[in-house]
């Protein structure tokens, strides 16, 4: 019992130390291995972002669809065209955007970090690595961390885009909306402290699944069968750490 309300407290120690950790030792050893610490981010940007753009599209194009219906719907029974777009362009930027990317990125990236790294342990690859003098942090957990992030904002961008064209589109061609006015009133939402909500939730999502897969990669014991729980045990906390930061980051921003 007491483990149980002591762990999750514990464990957002751990990820905090880990992430400082690897600022630290990156900063150490920032004139070691620039380019293959580059090359690597390349890559996770690539299989996490540019390999991610048509699932993006298709999730985006689905929830614009459903949502374009639910808001002309809105308009006609309501009346009130800007409380409704106030409503949708929020849930769309705030939380739609954030959430869904997060959890794409989670089960495509963060899954196959946490495979990677277990994987490794589990061959004895990281003994080697550290008896041949590789910094772990640096080579290993640094470039997966900024090129999911990375990747993980502009995943979510490209979201929202998608989103609120095909949201707009369809209240167009439903309800008679011009684009202009209704680009026009999403204009008129945008604020700096939505934008500076937007990034920092998707920041911490990335920041939060890299390291959380990491963390479970490496923590294994080398055997075989704690490669599938290794994975389980990322999926499964790091989505929960989403989520819970998601609705930190809402509470926070509500209440300014």
Same mark, same amino acid.
């Given at each position: 019992?007491?483990?149980?309300?002591?762990? =999750?407290?514990?464990?957002?120690?751990?990820?905090?130390?880990?992430?400082?950790?690897? #600022?630290?030792?990156? +900063?150490? $050893?920032?004139?070691?291995?620039?380019?293959?610490?580059?090359? &690597?981010?390349?890559?996770?940007?690539? /299989?996490?972002?540019?390999q991610?753009? +048509?699932?993006?599209?298709?999730f985006?194009?689905?929830?614009?669809?459903?949502?374009?219906?639910?808001?002309?719907?809105?308009?006609?029974?309501?009346g009130? =065209?800007?409380?409704?777009?106030?409503?949708?362009?929020?849930?769309?930027?705030?939380e739609?955007?954030? #959430?869904?990317?997060?959890?794409?990125?989670?089960?495509?990236?963060?899954?196959?970090?946490?495979?990677?790294l277990?994987?490794?342990?589990?061959n &004895?690859?990281?003994?080697?690595?550290?008896?041949l003098?590789?910094n772990?942090?640096?080579?290993?957990?640094?470039?997966r961390l *900024?090129?999911?992030? /990375?990747?993980t904002?502009v995943?979510s961008?490209?979201?929202?885009? %998608?989103?609120?064209?095909?949201?707009? *589109?369809?209240?167009?061609f439903?309800?008679?909306? =011009?684009?202009? !006015?209704?680009?026009?009133? %999403?204009?008129?939402e *945008?604020?700096?402290?939505m934008?500076?909500?937007?990034?920092?939730? $998707?920041?911490? $999502?990335?920041? #939060?699944?890299?390291t959380?897969?990491?963390?479970?990669? *490496?923590? %294994? !014991? =080398?055997?075989?069968?704690e490669?599938?729980?290794?994975?389980?045990?990322?999926?499964?906390?790091?989505?929960?750490?989403? %989520?819970?930061?998601s609705?930190?980051?809402?509470?926070f921003?509500?209440?300014l």
């Amino acid at each position: 019992m007491i483990r149980a309300f002591v762990y =999750p407290f514990a464990f957002v120690i751990q990820i905090i130390r880990v992430f400082f950790l690897t #600022l630290w030792e990156v +900063w150490k $050893n920032r004139e070691k291995g620039k380019a293959l610490v580059f090359e &690597e981010v390349i890559k996770q940007v690539y /299989f996490t972002g540019v390999q991610a753009f +048509w699932l993006i599209s298709m999730f985006a194009a689905i929830i614009g669809l459903g949502a374009g219906i639910q808001i002309s719907f809105l308009l006609s029974s309501v009346g009130n =065209p800007e409380l409704v777009d106030k409503v949708f362009f929020r849930s769309v930027i705030l939380e739609l955007a954030p #959430l869904t990317t997060a959890i794409i990125v989670l089960g495509r990236s963060g899954s196959a970090v946490a495979v990677e790294l277990a994987t490794l342990v589990y061959n &004895e690859e990281i003994n080697t690595y550290r008896a041949l003098g590789i910094n772990i942090f640096r080579f290993l957990i640094y470039p997966r961390l *900024l090129g999911i992030t /990375f990747a993980t904002i502009v995943l979510s961008v490209y979201f929202a885009v %998608i989103t609120i064209s095909v949201e707009a *589109l369809l209240i167009y061609f439903q309800a008679g909306v =011009p684009l202009p !006015i209704y680009l026009g009133r %999403i204009q008129d939402e *945008l604020s700096l402290s939505m934008l500076a909500s937007f990034i920092i939730k $998707n920041m911490g $999502n990335g920041i #939060l699944i890299t390291t959380i897969c990491c963390i479970k990669g *490496l923590e %294994i !014991i =080398p055997s075989l069968t704690e490669i599938p729980r290794a994975v389980s045990r990322a999926m499964v906390h790091s989505l929960f750490a989403v %989520i819970v930061f998601s609705a930190v980051m809402a509470m926070f921003l509500y209440m300014l």
